[in-house]
């Protein structure tokens, strides 16, 4: 049984996800950590025609005694970046409670990796409107991973965005293992859009770029990168965070190899 | 920073967890799947000298179209049946609302592997009374695994028991691989109980007693198996449980190599 | 300490491999089947502008019992191949003492993952003058891989070509996980070229082109495809192997992305 | 098709291996280091019962600038020490080429983890007539590790012994992931004896004695530890070796769980 069987291109207000021509950008920090902070990456990433803000408000840290996100305030601050940018934006739920107010707030829903199989949550999501992007688990095979679709589809709202985010290997040398090869898996089996997220596929800021164009190149969506005006402060994942010069040098290097969508 | 300090026995109404020349035994089915089947179950194992009946009531099925357990209904059973058999109970919740019930209802709560990375639930548990038995995570390393609890124990309650399960690696002969080290590693550095499963971390009916054995032989504290009366026609995880004579059986050889506790 | 200081492009009678801007395509069947399969395999080939054809000999098979490949028959089928269709050759060495004719008779000489480990041979291979194509191992870290060209260069021999053709996972849904990130690691800490294996890093003929595309896409210093004129009936690695048909449409699109070497 | 139908206890001069009431002890030093230092490890085992010495003489090393063992002069010192204190010995060959003089002056002839998958040096040992010890490889599954000793049992030397010594997971806490759920499964789809090497399978002294005993429980029919008289100056493998009072405390211990054959 499944409720994923047709192809799928999400229309988010006009911006299309899943036309795999265009692939689309989305970027911004790993946190939200100011007011003032996620505004100025807001005008920043809008100027070089990046199409969805994301920023973490609700950060699950593996540990208790780290810098948790700032929660609601974050999400005020996130919004106000975003209308005032005209930016649409992503950020992650991890409580149902928060559920009515992140879709309200935001446009795209992110389930994060440690939450994939939280499967009470992925239900309730069936009920919201949102686009929902959905990453694959730390290790997660393709059908737990399909399977999780399934439950948000269940419920409902099938407007699921895939996000191919690194999985765990013995490796060391990396955070975690990009695995390519789900883009084409994930696409043809489901039908759905595949994000591909270098920063956490990689921890590594010198890897951002390479994995970036390797993803664009087999087909992905579109990618979802972590910038940091200034990565050494960050709160949470500076290492895998470019700044604002390496990001727009970036952007414009994947921009002479892929047709994007025209910003909205 | 660490919630976990000293060593810990916890005591459940006069049985001592984690008073290691003592380990425990839980047993019961993967699912409660009636209520004559649990009483079934409560009486034979209370007849064998089981300390704790296990019974899943709220089920993390990899499709949502499998069985997701009776739920409240299965949780009414599991203590009807504990109550009868004179047995505390263990069952899995997997969402805040339902910590309430499931704490006034059952003696231990169980978070299970694929809710290791849910730090809102285990945050919430942190206000419970009951002791918590935190699963590790399907390929949780042992600081996340410890981080997870100190989730828990920040919240004030830090009556812990660990969990190892089998984690996720290449191997395809069983389901997991019981990562055995983790009991000694986990009791030097968190002082908490450190119950094994066999079932789970094997996924073989036939490798449950030697994994019993080899987990006692190097200090569990106990040991978590799934029991059926019919396994072949288990709702879940029937090809991993024994039937009553093969666990009679069990409980018998490694009963002559340890010394339990006195069943309550 | 290191033998592996400097870049290096290495030169094979006027073709650059690790020229980085013109990445080579070698390809042929997994195993040399017969002297007309090899030899209709090289023609076609060599039409196509495939820079060097592969093919195995000596096979290291999982079974005993299954083809062990043609020895040194083999070889002598895949020189009169080369020197007919005018293609250099790469084939694999995994015993000391066929180094002599392999070296003799083949252009590049080929560790496979099997063997990265045997260090003995590693050792032997530093006394050769041909490029040496280093396999990554099944489950080698980058520090590993890196070591055992260090055992190569050691000898005096530095012309190693790093191959990345994926690593052990618990993802079953392909053979292994292909990890792209390796190319850009490897080409800064070596300075060697790195060939992507996409036929073995992934186990699925769907599954060569895009990683194909993404490998080319990220710096890799060429590609190393398995073609075979009737995978249904190949002798070994039927599934992942491209018939000539698909291999024809694949190089064409692969062509209109980079700019490869002139064939030699 | 298969060469290892029956089970096989394999003699050893009158020493049982693979009599599972009686597990056997090998034990010394990873590698030989000088006359003197095997010889003195010889005297300390054999008066504390131990059944066979090893010594690493060939030792296969990531890195080809760390200490590579003492050769044939190892070979030699060993031999003496066994000769001297009355035990068997054990030791590893990683080339055909030594094959001889290692089956003449050694009792069981280990091929390595890195050897695995070496077909021709495991085809050469079905050739000897001394048993074999066959380590697992690093990610080997069990159905490679039971080919390879078909490609031994092939030539016609059926007397393996199979030695699991960890396998390599995402878990950084050990060296490896000790897999003792291999010992019933080789035991019984091979029906050869199966020791468990707790040295290599933690890479953690403390953790030797808790896997030791566990082992054991579940089945094994022996066990390999490292043992040096100075752990902190050995030249290779220090943090998992015991020192001579700490292997004197564990045996003990595990003597009294056990019945150990008579040693010779």
Redesign the interface.
């Known amino acids: 049984?499944s409720n994923l069987t047709d192809n799928k291109v999400i229309d988010l207000g006009g911006l299309r996800i899943g036309d795999d021509k265009h692939p689309i950008f989305i970027a911004g920090p790993c946190s939200v950590e100011s007011e003032e902070h996620i505004l100025k990456a807001a005008f920043f990433l809008k100027k070089l025609g990046v199409h969805v803000l994301r920023g973490g408000c609700f950060k699950?840290?593996?540990?208790?005694?780290d810098f948790q996100g700032l929660g609601l305030e974050g999400i005020k601050y996130l919004k106000q970046a975003g209308e005032k940018a005209k930016l649409p934006i992503i950020t992650e739920v991890?409580?149902?409670?928060y559920i009515d107010v992140v879709s309200e707030c935001t446009d795209i829903i992110q389930i994060g990796s440690?939450?994939m199989?939280?499967?009470?949550l992925l239900?309730a999501l069936g009920h919201t409107k949102n686009p929902i992007m959905l990453k694959r688990?730390?290790?997660a095979?393709?059908?737990?991973w399909i399977?999780a679709a399934?439950?948000i589809a269940?419920g409902g709202n099938d407007k699921i965005i895939m996000c191919e985010r690194g999985?765990?290997?013995?490796?060391?040398?990396?955070r975690n293992?990009?695995?390519?090869?789900a883009?084409?898996?994930i696409k043809?089996e489901t039908g759905r859009p595949v994000i591909v997220d270098p920063s956490h596929?990689?921890g590594r800021r010198?890897?951002v770029g390479?994995?970036s164009?390797?993803?664009?190149?087999?087909?992905a969506s579109g990618l979802m990168i972590e910038v940091h005006e200034e990565p050494a402060h960050a709160l949470s994942d500076g290492n895998q965070s470019l700044d604002f010069p390496q990001f727009e040098k970036l952007i414009m290097e994947l921009r002479s190899?892929v047709n994007e969508p025209k910003a909205m």
Do not use: H
């Open positions: 049984m699950p840290r593996t540990s208790p005694y991890m409580e149902e409670k440690r939450n199989y939280n499967y009470p239900k688990g730390l290790s095979t393709v059908k737990e399977m399934e439950y269940m999985i765990r290997t013995f490796n060391d040398y990396t293992t990009l695995d390519l090869a883009v084409s898996i043809r596929g990689t010198e890897l390479p994995m164009k390797a993803a664009l190149a087999c087909g190899i």
